[in-house]
């Protein structure tokens, strides 16, 4: 019995840490994390138009369904109608999936902000980028 208490002493510690380092390397390899960039929507009479960075990497096309999550009104999905290019932003001309639903959310006002989720990126490489190698 004194012999094995001595010896979780001597190696439980060391083990245990093993087991931590290896969960931790496996959560860092395999886990997975949605990639969002910041939207601005406008909506004027019957036109609605969705500013994103320029550097934007939405698979996106025409009569694709675009989604601004996270806004003071909730999650608004639109179809896409054209895109162009300005000078710093990417531009959609959309038109609201459901329009009472979108009237109905926003109200009179003509601005939102909220998020796009343009695709996922793995842990490991998030924590490449924020240390830099």
């Known amino acids: 019995?004194?012999?094995?208490?001595?010896?979780?002493?001597r190696y439980g510690v060391f083990s245990i840490l093993i087991i931590m380092v290896t969960g931790l390397t496996l959560i860092v390899a395999c886990y997975k994390v949605r990639v969002k960039e910041p939207a601005?929507?406008?909506?004027?009479?019957?036109d609605?138009?969705?500013?994103?960075a320029y550097a934007s990497t939405l698979p996106l096309g025409v009569d694709?369904?675009?989604?601004?999550?996270?806004?003071a009104y909730g999650?608004?999905?639109?179809?896409?109608?054209?895109?162009f290019l300005e000078s710093d932003?990417?531009?959609?001309c959309v038109h609201p999936v459901n329009a009472e639903e979108f009237t109905l959310r926003m109200g009179n006002n003509t601005y939102a902000t909220g998020f796009l989720f343009t695709g996922k990126e793995r842990?490991?490489?998030?924590i490449r980028k924020k240390v830099n190698f």
């Not at 842990?123 to 998030?126: E, F, K, V």
């Open 123 to 126: 842990m490991l490489d998030l």
């Open 48 to 52: 609605v138009m969705i500013y994103t």
């Open 1 to 9: 019995m004194y012999r094995m208490k001595r010896f979780l002493i």
């Open 40 to 46: 601005t929507l406008f909506a004027t009479s019957g």
């Open 89 to 92: 932003s990417f531009v959609f």
């Open 64 to 71: 694709d369904t675009l989604a601004i999550c996270q806004t």
């Open 75 to 83: 999650d608004l999905k639109f179809v896409v109608d054209s895109i």
